[in-house]
Every structure is written in C-alpha cells, then in structure tokens.
C-alpha cells in the first residue's frame, strides 16, 4: 500500500523584517523571560513544534498508512531543491502532506507541480489551500483534521477520491475527538522549543468577521482519555519543557474542556501555561480555574477602543467599559495579561485609532505585553469573500502579518493604515519599557 510523507516546507522568509517591530520584540522577550526565564527564542530553526504533524500522523496511522516526515524547514525555499528531497523520500502514488503558509504557498505550488508529474498523490491543507488553482494539488482539505479526512486519505492511497471539503454545522459537535496526537516524527524538538502547545478543544463558536478560524463555526472537544494520553506522551518526549501554551482558540467555551485540563495535570505539579480566550468568557469561575490550572498569562483579542466598529466586525461585545473592566480582573487577580492588538482591519478610522491608543496608554498598568498583527486576508476568514475584490496584491510572500496590507480598507488608504499599526507598535512598546508597578485600582474607581 502507498505510504504517506508529511512535509513541513521551508521555513517563511523573514527577510526586511520591519525595524520598529524588532525593537519591539526584542524588549517584550526580555520582559518576558523575566517572568518566565525558561522560555527562549530558537536562534535557528522553528519557535514552536508543527502541532498539525502529530495531529496528522496519528490521523494516517489511523487510517493504516504508513507515514514519514520530511522536514524542510532548514531546506533551501527552492522548488527543486525541495522536490528532489520529497522525490527521493517517496515512491509514486505515495502521498504528500503539505499544510503551506502565505510565505510559502508558491514554494508549495511548485513543488506540488513536480511531484504531481512524477505520480505522487498531493493532498494540501491550512488556511491558504482554498487558493490552489483548479489541478493544482490532488486534493485541497479544508476543515478539521478528523475521522472524515482518515477515510478520504484512504480512498486517496487507494487511487480514489478528489476533493476534501465538507459542511461545517454551527455549535458543538456531537462527537468528540478520541484519538491523541502522535509525537513519534518530533523527537528531535527536544530541548529546541520553548514551549509545548496543547487542546482541549478545537474550533471557536464566535465569528469575528476578521478571524482565520472562524471557519470552524463549531466547538470540538478532546476527550479526556485522548487529552491525557497526549500529555503523557508529551511530557515523556519533552520532560524538560514546562510550559505549555493551551491552543483552545477561547478557554472556558466549554466547562468540561477546562474540567478536563484540570483534572489531567491535577497530579502534575510544576507547570505553568499560558491561555487565550475571549473578553465575553473572562467570568469568575474561568479566573479560578485559570489560577487552579498554573496559568500565567492570559492573550485577550483586543482590535478596538470603537466598539461600534467591532461590531461591524461582527465581534460580540459589551462595549469598552465592560472590557476594561475584565483586563482589570484578570491582572488584580495576578495574571498577566497579553493583549493580541490587530491593526490593519477594514473599519478601522482615524478616530476608532486615537481611541485605542489613548486606552491603551490609559490601562498600561494592567498590560503586561502585547502581539501585534497587521491584518492578511486568508481564505479562510469570513470577510475574504467581502474583500477580494480591493485584495490589489496577489503576491503571497507579501501577505504578511509584520508588513503592509495588501488590500484597500474602507476608510483609510493602505498607506494611512500602516501608518497607524506603527503608532500601536511605539505605544505598546513604550508600555513596555516602563517598570512594572504594583499600583492597582478598585472596579468603584474605573
């Protein structure tokens, strides 16, 4: 029977990376190894384990295919450097995995073209698959990695099949993921990342309109059997690493999902974590948990001051007063809290900017560090289709979240934009340089 190579291309470019963001980051490491000084910065190769190369190789071994890994990621970014690898590590009819990003897209393309020709069977995936040209791949997969995509690769390896889309129904899914990913294929990151990332559930049930998960539209959990079964097997692999980053796209939108965590690391002393979750989820019972678990840090989306223009982004919201007043619980309680601040977005004004500076600067005793992004249009968010038509840059190595927007947002033009997403890159770096302070305020005080 065919086998299958799962491939991690080459690494993105990060060639020209912009200066006053790498100032930024520089400064957010080191206030963030003050706190936590296991952490560390990979001087050569990837930050963080290709999670989706477990995922999928517990998937094939499922579906009784024979599996290898081909890491590129310290390959050449050359086409025929990469297929003469993929060619030499597979036989035809074999199938080849790919899960490309922006960066890379092309790169997997072309490669795709070559081991095409010479009979391999090219299955794509990731949030830029959807854009792979009629013929491109052999088949595109959008969704989940789960039992419907074992079946497909089986009547793939067999010589059947096409495509992989399939509906999404919104809510939370009726069946639970059961199966623990497979770490065999990345032994060698002991000791090379930083941290170890991990679900208890998959998929998000809000739908902001700028978000590249909200395809999932629906909520799926881990059993606890899977979830602890993965936790051994990662914290045998990697017993050095003692934090773990939770993927949960929004911690505490299902009770039994953080029950879960809870009850699987309860007789494991000594880890910390770091979580995301959604303004809306930030309740009493969440922070206990939070705290119960070892959380250190908590990421918040926080795109706006205007929560009008949220709203219009379709991001539930109680407006800004009610925010302000949830990143204040979560930092007297003792937990730093990380804002994910998006610039770049389509309803973005002048106006809707200045208010979130001024609040950022205004709350800066409560922000421990900030992760900025500049909006890319991915396939996969809902506001693709909306955009495409002003999307005026179709290179893909340009599609970058420390770089310029490549379409024409509503209000500002692409130059005004990126003038603002580098004023939210000076304010939040002054926050940062700034000693920390213990001062705090009572909620009557706000």
């Known amino acids: ?104 897209f092309r790169l997997a393309l072309d490669v795709a073209k070559r081991l095409e020709h010479a009979g391999r069977r090219v299955v794509l995936g990731g949030n830029m698959a959807p854009l792979a040209p009629d013929g491109a791949v052999h088949a595109v997969h959008r969704g989940q990695l789960d039992a419907t995509l074992v079946r497909r690769l089986a009547e793939l390896a067999s010589g059947a099949g096409g495509g992989l889309e399939k509906p999404l129904l919104p809510g939370l899914a009726s069946e639970q993921i059961t199966w623990a990913p497979e770490y065999r294929h990345l032994g060698d990151y002991k000791g090379q990342v930083p941290l170890l990332r991990l679900n208890a559930s998959h998929g998000c049930l809000y739908q902001c309109s700028f978000c590249g998960d909200a395809w999932s539209k629906q909520l799926t959990l881990v059993a606890k059997d899977a979830l602890r079964r993965e936790v051994d097997e990662l914290t045998a692999r990697f017993p050095d690493t003692r934090l773990f980053y939770i993927g949960d796209k929004t911690f505490g939108q299902s009770r039994e999902a953080v029950a ?43 795109e706006s001051a205007d929560s009008q223009m949220l709203k219009r982004l379709n991001k539930l919201s109680r407006g800004l007063d009610h925010y302000t007043t949830r990143i204040h619980t979560l930092s007297d309680a003792g937990l730093k809290v990380v804002l994910n601040m998006m610039g770049g977005l389509d309803e973005e004004t002048e106006a809707a900017h200045g208010e979130t500076v001024d609040w950022m600067r205004e709350n800066s005793s409560a922000l421990w560090l900030f992760n900025l992004y500049n909006f890319v249009p991915y396939p996969l968010t809902p506001d693709f289709s909306r955009l495409r038509e002003r999307i005026f840059n179709w290179d893909y190595a340009q599609w970058r979240e420390d770089a310029p927007v490549v379409y024409r947002p509503k209000h500002l033009s692409p130059e005004a934009s990126w003038n603002a997403f580098q004023e939210k890159i000076a304010t939040a770096h002054d926050i940062i340089r700034a000693p920390i302070t213990a001062v705090t305020t009572t909620a009557q005080e706000r």
């Open 1 to 104: 029977m065919p086998m299958s190579c799962i491939v991690q291309l080459p690494f993105p470019s990060s060639h020209n990376p912009d200066p006053n963001l790498s100032s930024y980051y520089d400064d957010y490491d080191r206030r963030f190894r003050a706190v936590l000084p296991e952490y560390f910065v990979p001087s050569d190769g990837l930050w963080e384990m290709p999670l989706w190369v477990a995922h999928l190789t517990a998937l094939v071994d499922t579906a009784g295919i024979d599996s290898v890994f081909c890491d590129l990621s310290k390959t050449p970014a050359e086409p025929d450097v990469c297929s003469e690898a993929l060619l030499e590590a597979t036989a035809s009819g074999d199938l080849v995995l790919m899960s490309p990003l922006a960066q890379n």
């Open 260 to 302: 879960n965590l809870l009850d699987v690391f309860r007789d494991r002393p000594g880890y910390r974590f770091i979580v995301q979750t959604h303004v809306m989820q930030v309740k009493d019972w969440i922070v206990e948990a939070m705290l119960e678990l070892g959380v250190v840090a908590v990421e918040l989306g926080f």
